[in-house]
T-cell receptor, first 116, second 114 residues
Framework: GAVVSQHPSRVICKSGTSVKIECRSLDFQATTMFWYRQFPKQSLMLMATSNEGSKATYEQGVEKDKFLINHASLTLSTLTVTSAHPEDSSFYIC????????????FGSGTRLTVV | AQSVTQLGSHVSVSEGALVLLRCNYSSSVPPYLFWYVQYPNQGLQLLLKYTSAATLVKGINGFEAEFKKSETSFHLTKPSAHMSDAAEYFCAVSDRGGAQKLVFGQGTRLTINP
């Protein structure tokens, strides 16, 4: 089945630094990928939708200059948290649509970001 | 706008008992509906999906869900709970046509008592 690989699984960084999270579709081409943020014991909040070769569409309230999304190829999307602060600590999950959503959406294993 | 409501943030059942996790959706047109399971510190795994074929959908690990348009519901059931079913469950909805974003419910934590 469709597999999405997300790296790193855990990262600890210092305040003020930037962190890049990668999301790769291993056995299919993902025209559209989604980035979610999940706080402890809460649901997933969509941050942005990324389409290959074009600018990402951000949800209301998400700072596009802080959360940079790049989707340069059909198999790779990246999320860069710039100038990270402790409040950016969270669980970030990427997802890709399979068959334009008809066959579901496959998720990466998530990245636990801790900013100290 | 699409929305999903999961009744009960926490459900506890005994091992071997029926599992019932409730999900109601709000949509102006029949949507796609999904149930996902999440284990601690992991991504989401698809249990099953409804995309307008049979209204009773069978998924993995013995789970199934029934789409009821008149009740705008898509409840998840499993006849006999297993200890390994303990996890967080999310109901999600998306529009049809193309790669639409998923809107998630609040999640239901399922606990299995021995």
């Amino acid at each position: 089945g469709a597999v999405v690989s997300q790296h790193p699984s855990r990262v600890i960084c210092k305040s003020g630094t930037s962190v890049k999270i990668e999301c790769r579709s291993l056995d299919f081409q993902a025209t559209t990928m989604f980035w979610y943020r999940q706080f402890p014991k809460q649901s997933l909040m969509l941050m942005a939708t990324s389409n290959e070769g074009s600018k990402a569409t951000y949800e209301q309230g998400v700072e596009k200059d802080k959360f940079l999304i790049n989707h340069a190829s059909l198999t790779l999307s990246t999320l860069t948290v710039t100038s990270a602060h402790p409040e950016d600590s969270s669980f970030y999950i990427c997802s890709a649509s399979v068959g334009e959503g008809l066959y579901g959406y496959t998720f990466g294993s998530g990245t636990r970001l801790t900013v100290v | 706008a699409q929305s999903v409501t999961q009744l009960g943030s926490h459900v506890s059942v005994s091992e071997g008992a029926l599992v019932l996790l409730r999900c109601n959706y709000s949509s102006s047109v029949p949507p796609y509906l999904f149930w996902y399971v999440q284990y601690p510190n992991q991504g989401l795994q698809l249990l099953l999906k409804y995309t307008s074929a049979a209204t009773l959908v069978k998924g993995i690990n013995g789970f199934e869900a029934e789409f009821k348009k008149s009740e705008t519901s898509f409840h998840l059931t499993k006849p006999s709970a297993h200890m390994s079913d303990a996890a967080e469950y999310f109901c999600a909805v998306s529009d049809r046509g193309g790669a639409q974003k998923l809107v998630f419910g609040q999640g239901t934590r399922l606990t299995i008592n021995p």
